[in-house]
């Protein structure tokens, strides 16, 4: 449960102020807009104003003739460089004509562009009369004249910025900027992750990676915990900062009455400012970086990040590398030449970081093994080498070969050094790489197109031809209105009632959902793809609807999509009875899994063996199913116990398969993702090295959540264990195993060593030996080596056969 101060100032918060006597529509200067009423770009005075006057709303340009709706100080006063914090369309501005934000009679508050399409809604109705105002501390409210209700309001969808009072909740995040003057999404957010903990996140086009806290250390270690499930945080005015995750700071300048704002900036860093009413000037009173070089992603890849405090950060390519995009410093360095050479050597760069990416990790190697060590593998594209690793012994070398080269910098206190692999004929072996500032180059800046034809010519002429034009279009509209009308009458003969004849899926409206999750109340999961609310449908049936993201995907796509995985059947796959595609709506309608998750039921005492092992055995049956029975090869991409449901007999159902990957039978061996999928722990290496994609990513990450299942250890963050009497750290759980059963040091009692406390005494080890050398077999680096999900389940099926004493 969150915090008892953070409860009773979130409920101030979201209570509505005493009504506004004004019930008029808006001319000029406001405080409020009501209902059939609208704010107009082509009047300046179209604004709402805060009673205090520190706050705007109205549109804002964010471009040549492109406009936000946004909210901004004004006090003090600013033309078009005030403080923005927060907007509705940053990533689709709109035209400096004609565009409106209006609050329709049904109670929804509209943005449309030169009067024509909808770019942004609030999606709320209202059958009782409504008002827009704009509170005191920045909160833009949609809100009902009589019951005093809150259909909408800014502070529940930050952008980049938290203000004092506005909480930041379990369904919100901060998404950075992408420029310092480009205000359209960039690559940085602010969330609480799956574990309750509040994370920094690099999002980028091709890697994602979390950075805050330090990824090397359990949430514990942080100082983070990771129990209080109720996920919020807040600002107050005073300048202190509590989260539920028992993260907190306050700033420099702490308990003065001052303007303030919390922002993640568009370099990564999260950043106090403060500043006097009155005063223009913000002042850094916190942040989380002194080191911004730390921040991944601030240079790209194949590139190295220099922070000079006079400057800022300073990027460069490493040796055989070129800029890949002066517009944008982030997109990282590219080789200077695409022929590989098949000799090598190595350039050394003094105190270079590279962040994450080894394929292993050599302790106690002298310079020259790491060397050779490289050399053998065609992918690895250098080393560190330093004498320091975590909590283990000083003076022992250790050699960490990547390969990937991400996240670089030069750090004067980094004790160790890079070696970059370069062809043997490269005639310089020092570093002489050119700095770039991460400002934008000039001209580089592409504006969007919001030019409007001007009125000129001979009006009679005008008059003929605007005369003809209507004539044609009235006559192409008759004809498209009659095409529509017979095209609608077959359709509904052809679909009666809705629903698919290949599938027997439900088509449901966008209303009946929203009713039967009472407004997507009930949350109950999400993930990558969408959110997951509980609902009862009219017929009384309990419901899990998944409500995707974004419409991205077209009608014909979504619905041929739905059409396939209505094909799928399986006891060991989620049902799926309908889906939703109204206008930009896209929901699936799943039957609702008694038990939730099996992330859930991981940290609770519920899971002893006999259910452990049944889930570890329908799984795989269900995975089977998907890759070699069903018509078409689906391939999940994303298995991990969150996507594992339990019914109320503790079966598992593999979830979140009908988005992933669907492909024919002559796709098999496929390559053609343009993007890593997956959830780092889980994910195959076949995803770092760009090798083609099969079955088998499947089958990996499988086999570490039977390692999960049996350890009750996170994949990525093996833990902290006993080990006579003093405490040994494992950065991977697979390693953390076959150490255990493989090293040097392994026992007859490993095992035990590695069972899950809460699975009990009450287990068979043989067969929980069985089914760990089962898992091992399914996380081989080489996919050729891991099992088919069909030979997993006759592995598993034959240790449940065989009658071994406990």
């Given at each position: 449960m969150?915090t008892?101060?953070?409860l009773?100032?979130f409920?101030?918060?979201?209570?509505?102020?005493?009504a506004?006597?004004?019930?008029?529509?808006i001319?000029?200067?406001?405080i409020t807009?009501?209902?059939?009423?609208?704010?107009?770009i082509d009047?300046p005075d179209?604004?709402l104003?805060s009673?205090?006057?520190?706050f705007?709303?109205?549109f804002?340009?964010v471009?040549?003739?492109a406009?936000?709706?946004?909210?901004?100080?004004?006090e003090?006063?600013?033309s078009?460089s005030?403080?923005?914090?927060w907007?509705?369309?940053?990533?689709?501005?709109?035209?400096g004509?004609n565009?409106?934000?209006s609050l329709l009679?049904?109670?929804?508050l509209i943005?449309?562009d030169?009067?024509?399409?909808?770019?942004?809604?609030s999606?709320?109705?209202?059958f009782?009369?409504?008002?827009l105002q704009?509170?005191d501390?920045g909160?833009l409210v949609?809100?009902?004249?009589r019951?005093?209700?809150?259909?909408?309001?800014?502070?529940?969808s930050?952008t980049?910025?938290l203000?004092?009072l506005?909480p930041?909740t379990?369904?919100s995040l901060?998404v950075?900027?992408?420029?310092l003057?480009?205000?359209?999404s960039g690559?940085?957010?602010?969330?609480?992750d799956?574990?309750?903990?509040l994370?920094l996140?690099y999002d980028?086009?091709e890697v994602?990676?979390?950075?805050?806290?330090d990824?090397w250390?359990?949430?514990r270690?942080a100082g983070?915990?990771?129990y209080n499930?109720?996920?919020?945080?807040?600002?107050?005015?005073f300048g202190?900062?509590t989260s539920?995750?028992n993260?907190?700071?306050?700033?420099?300048d702490?308990g003065q009455?001052?303007q303030?704002?919390?922002?993640?900036?568009?370099?990564g860093n999260?950043r106090?400012y403060s500043?006097?009413?009155?005063n223009?000037?913000?002042?850094v009173s916190w942040q989380v970086?002194?080191?911004?070089?730390k921040?991944?992603?601030?240079c790209?890849p194949?590139?190295?990040?220099?922070y000079?405090p006079s400057?800022?950060?300073?990027?460069s390519c490493?040796?055989?590398?070129k800029?890949k995009n002066p517009?944008?410093?982030?997109?990282?360095?590219?080789p200077?030449?695409?022929?590989?050479e098949t000799?090598a050597?190595?350039?050394?760069?003094?105190h270079?970081e590279?962040?994450?990416?080894d394929f292993?990790?050599?302790?106690?190697y002298?310079l020259?093994?790491?060397?050779?060590?490289?050399?053998?593998r065609?992918d690895?594209?250098?080393f560190i080498?330093k004498?320091?690793y975590?909590n283990?012994?000083d003076n022992i070398p250790?050699?960490?070969?990547?390969?990937?080269l991400?996240n670089g910098?030069i750090a004067?206190?980094?004790?160790?050094?890079?070696?970059?692999k370069v062809?043997k004929n490269?005639?310089?072996k020092?570093w002489s790489?050119?700095?770039?500032?991460?400002?934008?180059p000039a001209?580089?800046?592409?504006?969007?197109?919001?030019?409007?034809?001007?009125s000129?010519?001979?009006?009679?002429l005008k008059?003929?031809?605007?005369?003809?034009?209507?004539?044609?279009?009235i006559?192409i509209?008759s004809?498209?209105?009659?095409?529509?009308y017979?095209?609608r009458?077959?359709?509904?003969?052809?679909t009666?009632?809705d629903y698919?004849?290949a599938t027997d899926?439900?088509r449901?409206?966008?209303s009946?959902?929203?009713e039967?999750?009472?407004?997507f109340?009930e949350?109950?999961?999400?993930?990558?793809?969408?959110i997951?609310y509980?609902g009862?449908?009219d017929?009384?049936r309990?419901a899990?609807?998944k409500?995707?993201?974004?419409?991205?995907?077209?009608?014909?796509?979504?619905l041929a999509e739905?059409?396939?995985?209505?094909?799928?059947?399986h006891?060991?796959?989620?049902?799926m009875w309908?889906?939703?595609a109204?206008?930009?709506?896209?929901?699936l309608?799943?039957a609702n899994?008694e038990?939730?998750s099996l992330?859930?039921?991981?940290?609770s005492?519920?899971?002893d063996w006999?259910?452990?092992?049944k889930?570890?055995l329908g799984?795989?049956?269900?995975?089977?199913?998907?890759?070699?029975?069903?018509l078409?090869w689906?391939l999940?991409?994303d298995?991990?116990?969150?996507?594992?449901?339990?019914d109320?007999?503790?079966?598992?159902?593999?979830?979140?398969?009908?988005?992933?990957?669907?492909l024919?039978?002559?796709?098999?061996?496929?390559s053609?993702?343009?993007k890593?999928?997956?959830?780092?722990?889980y994910?195959a290496?076949?995803?770092?090295?760009n090798?083609?994609?099969?079955?088998?990513?499947?089958v990996?990450s499988?086999?570490?959540?039977v390692?999960?299942m049996?350890t009750g250890?996170?994949?990525?963050?093996?833990?902290?264990?006993?080990d006579?009497?003093?405490?040994v750290?494992?950065?991977?759980?697979v390693e953390?195993?076959?150490?255990?059963?493989?090293?040097?040091?392994a026992?007859?009692?490993?095992?035990?060593?590695i069972?899950d406390?809460?699975?009990?005494?009450d287990y068979n080890?043989?067969?929980l030996e069985g089914?760990?050398?089962?898992?091992l077999?399914?996380v081989e680096?080489?996919?050729?080596?891991?099992?088919t999900m069909?030979?997993?389940?006759?592995?598993l099926?034959r240790?449940?056969n065989?009658?071994?004493p406990n």
């Amino acid at each position: 449960m969150a915090t008892p101060f953070l409860l009773i100032v979130f409920f101030l918060i979201i209570s509505p102020p005493p009504a506004s006597s004004s019930t008029s529509t808006i001319h000029g200067d406001s405080i409020t807009l009501n209902q059939g009423s609208s704010l107009s770009i082509d009047r300046p005075d179209h604004v709402l104003i805060s009673p205090n006057a520190i706050f705007t709303a109205g549109f804002y340009p964010v471009g040549d003739n492109a406009y936000s709706f946004a909210i901004w100080f004004t006090e003090p006063s600013c033309s078009n460089s005030c403080t923005v914090v927060w907007m509705a369309n940053r990533d689709l501005p709109v035209n400096g004509r004609n565009s409106k934000l209006s609050l329709l009679k049904n109670g929804n508050l509209i943005l449309t562009d030169a009067g024509k399409s909808v770019v942004w809604e609030s999606n709320t109705f209202s059958f009782s009369s409504s008002y827009l105002q704009l509170y005191d501390i920045g909160n833009l409210v949609l809100i009902t004249s009589r019951e005093r209700v809150i259909l909408w309001q800014s502070f529940a969808s930050p952008t980049d910025t938290l203000l004092p009072l506005q909480p930041l909740t379990r369904d919100s995040l901060l998404v950075s900027s992408r420029r310092l003057k480009n205000f359209s999404s960039g690559f940085y957010k602010l969330f609480f992750d799956d574990d309750n903990v509040l994370r920094l996140v690099y999002d980028g086009p091709e890697v994602s990676s979390a950075f805050w806290p330090d990824h090397w250390l359990l949430s514990r270690e942080a100082g983070r915990s990771s129990y209080n499930s109720s996920r919020i945080a807040l600002l107050d005015s005073f300048g202190n900062f509590t989260s539920s995750d028992n993260f907190s700071f306050s700033s420099m300048d702490y308990g003065q009455q001052l303007q303030r704002r919390l922002t993640l900036d568009f370099d990564g860093n999260l950043r106090l400012y403060s500043r006097e009413n009155g005063n223009g000037s913000w002042v850094v009173s916190w942040q989380v970086f002194s080191q911004p070089c730390k921040i991944h992603g601030a240079c790209g890849p194949n590139s190295v990040c220099k922070y000079i405090p006079s400057f800022g950060r300073k990027c460069s390519c490493l040796p055989g590398y070129k800029i890949k995009n002066p517009a944008d410093l982030s997109l990282g360095c590219e080789p200077e030449v695409s022929s590989v050479e098949t000799e090598a050597t190595f350039i050394g760069l003094p105190h270079v970081e590279m962040y994450g990416y080894d394929f292993d990790i050599f302790e106690n190697y002298t310079l020259e093994m790491c060397k050779e060590v490289c050399l053998r593998r065609y992918d690895c594209k250098g080393f560190i080498f330093k004498f320091f690793y975590q909590n283990h012994p000083d003076n022992i070398p250790y050699c960490f070969p990547k390969l990937q080269l991400l996240n670089g910098y030069i750090a004067p206190n980094f004790k160790g050094d890079f070696y970059l692999k370069v062809p043997k004929n490269r005639p310089s072996k020092h570093w002489s790489a050119k700095e770039q500032n991460l400002d934008c180059p000039a001209g580089a800046v592409k504006q969007l197109d919001r030019r409007y034809d001007k009125s000129n010519g001979n009006w009679s002429l005008k008059f003929l031809l605007g005369f003809v034009i209507s004539t044609g279009i009235i006559e192409i509209l008759s004809l498209v209105l009659l095409w529509l009308y017979f095209t609608r009458q077959q359709k509904i003969y052809s679909t009666s009632e809705d629903y698919f004849h290949a599938t027997d899926f439900r088509r449901f409206s966008y209303s009946e959902l929203k009713e039967a999750t009472r407004n997507f109340s009930e949350e109950i999961g999400r993930g990558a793809t969408g959110i997951v609310y509980k609902g009862v449908l009219d017929d009384k049936r309990v419901a899990a609807i998944k409500r995707l993201n974004s419409a991205s995907q077209g009608e014909a796509e979504f619905l041929a999509e739905v059409s396939t995985v209505g094909k799928l059947n399986h006891m060991n796959l989620i049902e799926m009875w309908g889906y939703c595609a109204d206008k930009k709506h896209r929901l699936l309608v799943y039957a609702n899994m008694e038990e939730g998750s099996l992330a859930k039921n991981l940290s609770s005492m519920e899971l002893d063996w006999e259910k452990r092992y049944k889930i570890a055995l329908g799984t795989a049956k269900g995975l089977a199913y998907l890759h070699e029975e069903c018509l078409e090869w689906v391939l999940h991409c994303d298995v991990k116990p969150q996507n594992i449901l339990l019914d109320a007999d503790y079966e598992p159902k593999v979830s979140d398969f009908g988005l992933s990957r669907l492909l024919s039978r002559g796709q098999l061996h496929n390559s053609s993702f343009s993007k890593i999928r997956g959830t780092r722990g889980y994910m195959a290496p076949e995803w770092i090295f760009n090798l083609p994609i099969t079955s088998k990513v499947d089958v990996y990450s499988y086999g570490v959540v039977v390692l999960e299942m049996v350890t009750g250890r996170s994949p990525s963050m093996g833990g902290r264990v006993a080990d006579k009497g003093r405490l040994v750290e494992h950065e991977r759980l697979v390693e953390w195993v076959k150490e255990k059963k493989h090293g040097a040091f392994a026992k007859s009692w490993w095992v035990e060593e590695i069972t899950d406390p809460a699975i009990g005494m009450d287990y068979n080890r043989r067969k929980l030996e069985g089914l760990v050398g089962v898992a091992l077999k399914c996380v081989e680096e080489c996919r050729d080596d891991r099992p088919t999900m069909s030979q997993v389940v006759e592995m598993l099926l034959r240790l449940e056969n065989d009658h071994y004493p406990n």
